[in-house]
């Protein structure tokens, strides 16, 4: 299973970016997909979830600005930032938790500056 992040960059506060993560190899149905990041000096910590019936969870300072979505026939999920805040600055990483195994992408770098 391998999975490629695409979408970070650099962006004004208030603006928008769209991540996205496509999973490859042998992916069962039943799988959690999600998005976790790590600010410059920080843990890794959880940013949104979304299972395979599309059930989400958030991060509470996400809620009401980042939307997670999935598409099922292409393995992908996404991460849809708007309103975005200086604190989002982090790496972005992508998960796939899967029938008790997670399985990482590479970070995306994500940078909110004027």
């Known amino acids: 299973v391998q999975l490629q992040a695409s979408g970070g960059g650099l962006v004004q506060p208030g603006g928008s970016l769209r991540l996205s993560c496509a999973a490859s190899g042998s992916i069962f149905s039943d799988n959690v997909m999600g998005w976790f990041r790590q600010p410059p000096g920080k843990q890794r910590e959880l940013v949104a979830t979304i299972v395979s019936g599309d059930n989400t969870g958030y991060k509470d300072s996400v809620k009401g600005r980042f939307t997670i979505s999935r598409d099922n026939a292409k393995n992908t999920a996404y991460l849809q930032m708007n309103s975005l805040k200086p604190e989002d600055t982090a790496v972005y990483y992508c998960?796939?938790?899967?029938?008790?195994?997670?399985?990482w992408g590479q970070g995306t770098q994500v940078t909110v500056s004027s």
């Open positions: 998960n796939l938790n899967m029938r008790g195994r997670m399985y």
